[in-house]
């Protein structure tokens, strides 16, 4: 059983960053690959980001390549997002996620069915 309780969302200008953090319990987080999705009124959850269980691979969503970063802290039993340059449609409620399944790709990480454990959310709001 994991418990994961995201921090950091806010409310920030068109352009400005925020890094959002997600706190994993357990003695057992580096056996996670982690994920962030989020999720916008009116709309289906979309996955964001994801990493794996020793962080060497990471993978991203178009829409945020090259402005989001996913990484990990597995001594500590942190995942974060730095989000930079952000944009009004990347409004929404993160939702952190971890999930014990076997890492077969980014096809599979962006199904929300591949994930085990979902935080309970936090806003972003980017103004323009």
């Known amino acids: 059983q994991v418990q994961l309780v995201e921090s950091g969302g806010g409310l920030v200008q068109a352009g400005g960053s925020l890094r959002l953090s997600c706190a994993a319990s357990g003695r057992t987080f580096s056996s996670y690959i982690m994920g962030w999705f989020r999720q916008a009124p009116g709309k289906e959850r979309e996955f964001v980001a994801g990493i794996s269980r020793s962080g060497s691979s990471t993978y991203y969503v178009d829409s945020v390549k090259g402005r989001f970063t996913i990484s990990r802290d597995n001594a500590k039993n942190m995942v974060y997002l730095q989000m930079n340059s952000l944009k009004p449609e990347d409004t929404a409620v993160y939702y952190c996620?971890?999930?014990?399944?076997?890492?077969?790709?980014?096809?599979?990480?962006?199904?929300?069915?591949?994930?085990?454990?979902w935080g309970q959310g936090t806003q972003v709001t980017v103004s323009s």
């Open positions: 996620a971890a999930s014990g399944k076997l890492n077969n790709g980014q096809y599979y990480l962006a199904q929300p069915s591949f994930w085990d454990y």
